[in-house]
């Protein structure tokens, strides 16, 4: 029995990517030179390569395929955000999800793969700043592309959610509670994103202006996940503060959790202000107080300005921003 041929094997023939082997022969090719195009199909007969059902059916011409990237797709922010970009496409828009479950040094095979898919267009709602390669990887696959806002970029589509507005929220509100020692629960430098770095500078400048002394702040950086913020428990309750503003809401239930490890009340002795408003964020115990992000809004939004791009390649640089809005619960208290 002959081994099937691969694509890899086509494009090892004719010295092109797998990914721009993939895009003409699924019918998206018309970026690439016609000598490329001619030399990819005469290899494809040469090989006898036939591609799989699953890619025919992906290049149906009448219908468009998205692809989207996160970080994490067990992050609640992210499985939402996910969700409403399923809800938001039409019937003839298909979508494919990849999460790289926090491990970034997937990023470049997870865009290439793809990328091999024949997809039409790209959402990115994974930090590609730092990585050059994974920038060249979409610009010379002529791949229409939107990032969302843990980027921090200058040449590409671009949606966010304001994020310096909410960590000035954040710290308006616990001033306005009286609260003047404050530990905030950060992102560890491997998962830090622009965003991240937004939202805490929208904190910290409102916190000097209210007129908080520096040494009354603690910045502690952990792994931004709930078993981060746990272990963050230790280090808060060393520094004796009245209120915590951790950057997400995943953080904020870790350090619940660890807090109650060691016998303290949210809020009785901390008041917690968590990010993001996910959707657990109103049924914990107590229920949270957070800044909301519209993360519907971002999907749709996200969506409608790629498909811009995608009907006009040349149409100016789209830059979106969408507001966020404290909500008040149960974890914060009067000083």
Same mark, same amino acid.
């Given at each position: 029995?002959?081994?099937? %041929? ?5 494009? /090892? ?8 082997? $993939? ?6 090719? =018309? ?10 199909? =005469? ?10 059902? @699953? ?9 468009? !395929?998205?692809?989207? *990237? ?9 499985? +939402? ?12 828009? /298909?979508?494919?999800?990849?999460? *790289? ?17 024949? %997809?039409?267009?790209? &959402?990115? @709602? ?28 200058? #040449? ?5 959610? #304001? ?10 509100? *616990?001033?306005?509670?009286? /609260?003047?020692? &404050? ?8 998962? !830090? ?12 400048? !409102?916190?000097? #202006? $209210?007129?908080?002394?520096? +040494?009354?702040?603690?910045? %502690? ?5 709930? /078993? ?6 230790? =280090?808060?309750? @060393?520094?004796?503060?009245? @209120? ?7 953080? =904020? &239930? ?51 300005? *790629? ?29």
């Amino acid at each position: 029995m002959s081994k099937k %041929i691969t694509i890899k094997e086509v494009a /090892h023939k004719v010295g092109l990517s797998i990914t721009a082997v $993939s895009q003409i022969l699924n019918g998206k090719g =018309a970026r690439f030179s016609e000598g490329n195009i001619k030399k990819v199909f =005469a290899a494809r007969d040469e090989l006898h390569y036939v591609p799989s059902l @699953a890619a025919r059916n992906l290049s149906n011409k009448t219908d468009v !395929t998205i692809g989207v *990237l996160v970080p994490a797709i067990s992050n609640p922010f992210f499985s +939402e955000f996910l969700q409403s970009i399923e809800n938001y496409s039409d019937p003839k828009t /298909h979508v494919m999800m990849i999460g *790289l479950d926090g491990d970034r040094g997937q990023l470049y095979s997870a865009i290439e793969g793809l990328l091999s898919q024949g %997809i039409d267009g790209l &959402i990115v @709602a994974v930090a590609v700043d730092g990585y050059p390669e994974v920038n060249a990887l979409l610009k010379e696959n002529l791949i229409p592309y939107i990032v969302l806002d843990q980027n921090n970029t200058k #040449d590409s589509d671009f949606i966010a959610a #304001d994020d310096f507005h909410g960590g000035q929220l954040a710290a308006q509100y *616990l001033c306005s509670l009286g /609260h003047e020692k &404050i530990s905030i629960v950060a992102a560890n430098s491997e998962a !830090t994103t622009y965003n991240l770095t937004v939202r805490l500078n929208g904190f910290l400048e !409102t916190c000097r #202006d $209210s007129g908080i002394k520096k +040494e009354n702040i603690q910045i %502690i950086k952990t792994q931004f996940t709930k /078993h981060g913020g746990q272990k963050t428990a230790a =280090a808060i309750i @060393a520094f004796r503060p009245t @209120a915590i503003f951790t950057l997400s809401d995943e953080l =904020a &239930i870790g350090v619940l959790g660890g807090l109650n490890d060691y016998g303290f009340k949210v809020p009785d002795d901390f008041s917690l202000i968590g990010y993001d408003d996910t959707d657990y964020a109103e049924f914990m115990n107590p229920k949270l107080t957070t800044i909301r992000q519209p993360i519907p809004l971002l999907a749709k939004y996200a969506l409608e300005m *790629l498909k811009n791009r995608m009907i006009n390649p040349k149409i100016k640089e789209q830059i979106r921003t969408v507001d966020v809005e404290l909500i008040i619960r149960d974890s914060c208290k009067k000083r």
